[in-house]
């Protein structure tokens, strides 16, 4: 199934309708001499409009985001929108407006301007995405609504999302921006591309007045969508799909449908996808509204995002999907990257799905990362302060390393307890908290106690962070896991003024006794507790072998505590740590 299986052309009944006799200049030259703004909502302003949420939508999208009662259509974002749902509509004033230059009630491409005796069509100006935001804002205040509590957006939605934090920087408490990026990739572009030409070589499309004829260019139009859906889904989603029947042509019910080929399960079902999106959208506003998204460029380097997103006052939450080549999680990450780099709150989380950049809309993928969402909207008086925090003896040891106030870096950070206990002790006076972490539930967990994680593989090094960013670096048994001891040793220290570090050592006595008595691979409780044959440690340190490496990197240890937690059951151990300690503990600086 499609996520475009539930759109149709029918009335959209919650709509409400506002017109700006205002003239809108537009950025590429020239103006509309009025704007029509089409939108939905769902839930109640409060007496401060401060409770307003701004949902903008993809290129294929409208107004019509989610159900507003049960016998209501769908909307393309249910998912996340509704009484109780992550974006909830009993606590929040959501507003999805159709963006300018769509064909669902906002002025676009098939409206007819003042004076005029036909519609605008290929002659409508080409729009930005800068324009659509401009359009919202003064939706915004028709509405009344001076700073929205967020803005939410996938896709070109998430486009607009920057947009509205970039221009207005004091515009929004929070930023949600999914599966989206800073700009499109060369093959995006060119994609887009070949289906306006599609669209624009099609014999009906009369330069753009094929209004009231016979014949629209609805093969163009068609063409340009199956195009479409193929960069939306994934390999191994069309694989999934249509390698089971690949030769058997799917029953389609469409007569328009005929003219396409027909001979894989593959090619009746984009026919099938092709037609029906013409029944519901006008082929000038799918060109329209794509030239604006190949139009948008916040950067394309860290430097230059930097100064896009420096004034912005918002916190981030973005979204990646590991299989869409669409919008690739490596362009969510340079956002991260210059918002970190900027020390803006930013959390960030890969979504592994097989489901390509649809997934942002497929209702499995939403319950992944629909309680990010919900995180990111909580209110302070929501905080889980009844969430358990339990510290190991290293990490208690490292908590009292950190002083109050510190800023504090966490690299595999967990599911955040450390962090979370550092903002229990020490309250509003607590520092710059943040986690890296890969795994996805750690990094759902942590961000659920309200402290910002990012999605990050430390065997890459940490080019997101600057120069003593942190006060201190921790690392916290993890060092026997990372592939690249020595370079993320440095850039610990490069990142912090300070690096705590703790690891197991692999010379404890009992791991010694394996090997030496009973002929076996080293095994114990805790970070020894694997076979030799699925252990996730790529190194083996010893107290000794760290002692001796942080000497070679010129590297000063100012503090060192040791422990027993298999033996001597958590005792603290000062005489010869490297036969009878477990569990090592180094601050260290350079």
Not at 185 to 190: I, K, P
């Amino acid at each position: 199934m499609s996520t475009d299986d539930i759109r149709t052309d029918a009335p959209l009944v919650h709509a409400q309708t506002v017109v700006f006799d205002e003239p809108l200049a537009l950025e590429l030259g020239g103006e509309l001499p009025e704007v029509r703004c089409c939108f939905e909502t769902w839930g109640t302003l409060n007496a401060d409009a401060s409770n307003a949420i701004l949902v903008c939508h993809a290129i294929s999208g409208d107004s019509h985001a989610a159900r507003h009662d049960p016998e209501d259509l769908p909307g393309w974002w249910d998912g996340l929108i509704g009484p109780g749902l992550p974006i909830d509509t009993d606590r929040f004033f959501v507003v999805c407006p159709n963006v300018l230059g769509g064909c669902r009630g906002s002025t676009g491409p098939g409206d007819v301007p003042a004076g005029a005796s036909q519609p605008y069509g290929a002659d409508f100006p080409r729009i930005t995405i800068g324009d659509m935001v401009e359009a919202q804002r003064r939706l915004a205040e028709h509405l009344g609504i001076r700073k929205w509590r967020a803005i939410v957006g996938g896709s070109l939605g998430g486009h607009q999302a920057l947009q509205w934090v970039s221009r207005y920087p004091d515009a929004a408490q929070t930023c949600v921006a999914i599966a989206t990026s800073p700009r499109l990739t060369s093959q995006a572009l060119g994609f887009d591309v070949i289906a306006r030409n599609a669209i624009q070589t099609d014999p009906h499309f009369a330069d753009g007045q094929y209004y009231g004829r016979d014949k629209r260019p609805d093969t163009g139009l068609a063409i340009a969508r199956m195009l479409g859906h193929i960069t939306y889904l994934s390999v191994a989603a069309m694989e999934a799909k249509f390698d089971p029947d690949r030769h058997d042509p799917r029953r389609i019910a469409s007569q328009m449908a005929s003219q396409f080929e027909q001979r894989f399960s593959v090619g009746s079902y984009l026919a099938h996808q092709g037609q029906k999106f013409t029944t519901r959208f006008d082929a000038n506003s799918y060109v329209t509204l794509s030239l604006a998204m190949d139009l948008f460029d916040l950067g394309g380097t860290r430097l230059k995002l930097m100064e896009t997103f420096d004034e912005c006052t918002c916190d981030f939450l973005l979204v990646g999907f590991s299989s869409d080549w669409l919008f690739p999680p490596s362009q969510s990450r340079e956002i991260v990257n210059a918002l970190t780099a900027l020390d803006k709150r930013v959390t960030y989380a890969e979504i592994t799905t097989d489901a390509g950049h649809d997934a942002f809309l497929i209702d499995r993928d939403m319950a992944t990362y629909g309680p990010l969402v919900r995180e990111r909207l909580s209110m302070p008086s929501d905080s889980p302060e009844s969430t358990p925090v339990h510290l190991t003896l290293a990490e208690e040891s490292i908590l009292d390393l950190i002083e109050p106030g510190n800023s504090v870096l966490d690299l595999g950070c967990g599911q955040g307890e450390l962090l979370a206990a550092i903002a229990i002790r020490d309250g509003r006076a607590s520092g710059r908290l943040m986690g890296v972490e890969v795994a996805q539930e750690n990094i759902l967990a942590t961000a659920v106690r309200g402290i910002d994680v990012i999605d990050y593989d430390l065997n890459a090094g940490l080019p997101a962070f600057i120069d003593d960013q942190f006060d201190v670096v921790v690392l916290n048994a993890t060092l026997q896991a990372v592939e690249n001891v020595v370079e993320l040793l440095d850039e610990m220290l490069r990142v912090g003024k300070r690096a705590i570090i703790s690891f197991p050592n692999f010379a404890y006595r009992r791991l010694r006794d394996d090997y030496v008595v009973r002929g076996r691979s080293p095994r114990a409780p805790g970070e020894f507790d694997y076979a030799w044959h699925n252990t996730p440690n790529r190194r083996f340190p010893t107290i000794a072998d760290v002692h001796d490496l942080l000497h070679d990197m010129g590297v000063t240890i100012d503090r060192e505590i040791y422990w027993d937690m298999i033996d001597s059951k958590n005792v603290a151990i000062e005489g010869d740590p490297n036969l009878n300690a477990d569990t090592a503990v180094l601050e260290i600086h350079r």
